[in-house]
């Protein structure tokens, strides 16, 4: 109830000026009923536009370690390439000591092939460097004795 009795309705018709023309035929559910919605006019052609990006066309990740005991060194390394939610393609890449939380870096591209030139370059930095396939990883072992 709103000052001496009267409705909301009424109150709120009172207040506004604009149409409807009758004041009684006024309410609040006839005021916040949304508009019909034109479903070309909406975000829908500019989710079209993003689906026709086409995905990674296989999946990249690898995990490598290093460890000496002699130098108390445990680290690993890893990294994956990913698409985004914006069409782009992400690399990304974390390393630490084995068990922590380590650090990690993202790369941007526009092209699939530029993350996979990226991957790959650091793939032969790290093997150069000495890490290689986890220790106790039973698959990885089993690569290895299928390879010549």
Known sequence: MVRGGTSVEEGLA???SGPPQNRRDFSITKMNRPGATDSKKSLDLELEERDSVPMIAQPYQLYVERMDPTKNMARYYAMSIEAT????VCLTRRWGRIGARGQAMQHHFNKEEEAVQLFLELLRSKRVRGYG???GCQQCSRRARRTP
């Open 14 to 16: 009172h207040r506004w």
């Open 133 to 135: 396939p986890r220790a």
């Open 85 to 88: 939610l914006f069409g782009d």
